[in-house]
């Protein structure tokens, strides 16, 4: 009993080598994915970083975006509406529903100062001014801060570390000898001198930082050009007669690409964390312009009796700062090739 | 060996050389005088007082005493407390930094290797993953919001250790926690990743086919492999916590250099911040020497003499 299989005719067409669907049909393989996308892939399965990403996009356009929508002004003065709590409509939590303990008693603070109808998310300072806007305030400044710090990152220390370990010899000795000098002062050393010479002031913590937050960049720069320069590629380049530039951008950069990035990362938080301090100790950002250092600062004094005044700016310079950390570590791990599975 | 020593501290008295003069040329660029009551001085006494600060002779013969001083340990009179040399102000103040940083780092490391060590060890459980979000936390917290959060629920809600001022040990503890958590996350970090590589190399296998006891095999030979990479963060470290003391000594007023240095920056006291920025450097270049000698004599795979034999 044979059993006939109708096959259609044309299964039985020759496969010519125009026929691009067919060949393909034949591959056992996954597609194939540049360093990037690889890189990207499992930056994206990790799930730490992946959501500290998403809190530093949220954190970033709340920031700059309060530059045109902000809740209040948060330099207006509003002396009667001084030291509100936070109240956040519809939340009946103690806390955040604009309560307040007084002598033993729970009061509401907002009947109190005759504010009906207003709300402050975070609260108000002792001014009145309203804490929400200052904290968004503040962040844009610390995320400024973090801007500057990776653009002198990327173009002084980049700059710097591959020059030093490219040239080698007696340029390269000179080079480390000063970074050597300017590691062997503590950085909060040198900004804060650097402060004192110039006004305190937005400018020249923007200075300081540029001044001593490029030396782990240019170093780590240095190490990684030392070892890719002895690479047969970048041999090949020289003997083809590539200029020095042209391999520090075609073949030197892109190898040092994820040292360069996972670096960035850990240079912003410190800083973040380097404004803030100055900021805290009264020689960096000064008032009336916020800053989360100033604002902690502020928050500080008061802490007994409104603790929230420092929970809010310490919550979210902490969010920032673990954030960015956490995002780093994820970043180190999708970039080295050793922990792929 | 001695060789290198020569040479490394050569270097260090010329970093230090270096730093003074940087310094002494910035500060003469500053404005600002030791007078108080400029207007109320007649011109003699004026210039009585500059000859009591040395500032009536030209900067370079100023440059050069400075420096001759600086050698003996003299950095001139400060501005803020007439008749107060800089060096007795300081030499007076850093005993308490000194206790606190050096209890600081001894606390955090420790704790820090066993921390580390309990997350290689137990790695992807309950325990890893703590570890994991301690060290986190230690690193993303600044030391100030931890010092004030410590100073209000240990010291004032709870009682435990006073809130402020400098006395007997107990009065250490919580500038110790607040400084030492960061030492603590970092070495946790560092010794976790280190000891997961070095639990995974052929000679722990080895060891444990030869039916050494767990314990053994973890102290004698996971732990000390993964210990020596850890010196080379002891600088940075030292770092952190000579930063970290300006803040915390502040929160706590306590009478070290840290709280010194930034009462000084805000009152202009120009002399004794260069006193204090010349023993920042000084102490940090101790430190880096320190831990780059005991580098090469630990792991003997570090050729300090620089070239191989």
Redesign the interface.
């Known amino acids: 009993m044979a059993d006939t299989v109708k096959l259609p005719e044309d299964s039985f067409k020759p496969i010519t080598a125009n026929d691009r669907a067919a060949l393909d049909s034949e591959k056992i393989a996954a597609p194939s994915l540049t360093f990037t996308q690889d890189a990207w892939r499992r930056l994206k399965k990790n799930r730490g970083a992946w959501v500290s990403l998403i809190i530093l996009g949220i954190i970033f356009i709340m920031a700059f975006g309060s530059m045109f929508f902000s809740p209040h002004n948060p330099n207006a003065v509003n002396p009667s509406y001084a030291n509100l709590p936070s109240k956040i409509p519809g939340v009946n939590i103690n806390g955040f529903n604009g309560t307040l303990v007084q002598a033993g008693q729970r009061i509401d603070a907002y009947q109190q100062a005759g504010a009906s109808g207003v709300h402050y998310i975070m609260g108000t300072d002792y001014l009145g001014r309203d804490l929400f806007s200052r904290v968004l305030y503040g962040t844009r400044i610390s995320l400024i801060i973090a801007l500057v710090a990776t653009f002198f990152d990327l173009t002084i220390g980049v700059t710097y570390g591959l020059v030093s370990g490219w040239k080698g010899g007696r340029v390269d000795t000179f080079m480390q ?1 000063v970074i ?2 300017i ?7 040198i900004i ?2 650097f402060i ?2 110039l006004k305190p002031g937005m400018l020249s913590i923007i200075l300081a930082i540029a001044l001593t937050s490029w030396v782990n960049m240019a170093r780590l720069v240095r190490a990684q050009t030392l070892e890719i320069k002895e690479q047969e590629y970048v041999l090949a380049a020289k003997t083809l007669g590539e200029s020095s530039l042209k391999i520090a951008f075609k073949h030197l950069l892109p190898n040092l690409s994820s040292v360069i990035i996972i670096n960035t990362m850990f240079t912003i ?1 410190s800083a973040i ?1 380097f404004e ?2 100055l900021s ?4 960096g950002i000064s008032s009336p312009q916020a800053s989360l250092g100033t604002l ?1 600062n502020d928050g ?1 004094k008061n ?2 009796f409104l603790p929230y005044q ?1 929970w809010w700016p ?1 919550l979210v ?2 969010i920032i ?2 954030a960015f ?2 995002l780093g ?1 994820g970043l180190r791990d999708a970039f080295d090739p050793r922990t792929k599975e | 060996m001695a060789k290198y020593l020569a040479k490394r501290i050569f ?1 260090l008295i010329l ?1 230090l050389f ?2 003074i003069t940087v ?1 002494f040329f ?1 500060m003469k ?2 404005p600002g005088t030791p007078l108080t009551n400029q207007a109320k001085l007649s011109k003699s006494q004026i210039a009585l007082i500059y000859q009591q600060y040395g500032l009536d002779k030209p900067v370079w013969q100023q440059y050069l005493l400075y420096l001759a001083g600086a050698v003996k340990g003299n950095f001139g009179t400060s501005f803020q407390f007439s008749d107060q040399p800089v060096s007795y102000l300081l030499s007076s103040r850093i005993g308490p930094s000194l206790q606190i940083g050096l209890q600081a780092m001894i606390l955090g490391v420790i704790l820090g290797i066993i921390v580390g060590a309990i997350g290689a060890m137990k790695q992807n459980t309950w325990a890893d993953t703590t570890t994991t979000v301690v060290s ?2 230690g ?4 030391s ?2 931890l010092a ?1 959060l410590l100073q ?1 629920y240990l010291g ?1 809600k709870a009682g435990w250790f006073p809130i402020a001022e400098w006395g007997g040990f107990i009065y250490t503890v919580l500038p110790t926690l607040a400084l030492g958590a960061t030492p603590l996350a970092e070495s946790a970090r560092f010794v976790r990743t280190e000891m997961v590589d070095v639990l995974s190399s052929d000679y722990i296998e080895l060891a444990k086919a030869k039916g050494l006891s767990r314990m053994g095999i973890i102290y004698h030979h996971a732990l000390r492999n993964s210990l020596i990479p850890l010196i080379t963060i002891v600088g940075p470290l030292a ?1 952190n916590i ?2 970290g003391s ?2 915390v000594e ?1 929160i706590f007023s306590i009478p070290g250099i840290g709280e010194q ?2 009462k000084s ?2 009152t ?1 006291d120009y002399p004794t ?1 260069m006193g ?2 010349i023993i ?2 000084f102490m ?2 101790v430190v ?1 020497l320190i831990t780059d000698i005991l580098y090469g004599i630990v792991d003997p795979r570090i050729r300090i003499t620089g070239k191989a034999n």
């Open positions: 000898r050597e000098i590691l062997s002062i503590p950085n909060l050393v804060v001198l004192l010479i938080p964390f803030a301090t805290y100790i009264g020689i902690l500080q802490f007994q420092m310490a310079l902490c700062m673990l950390n956490l570590d | 270097y970093t270096i730093v310094t910035l660029l500053l986190i936390l690193i993303s917290i600044p100030f919001v004030v209000y004032l770092v000579m930063t300006m803040v502040n240095f930034v920056v805000l202009n911040i204090l920025t920042y450097s940090l270049c880096l």
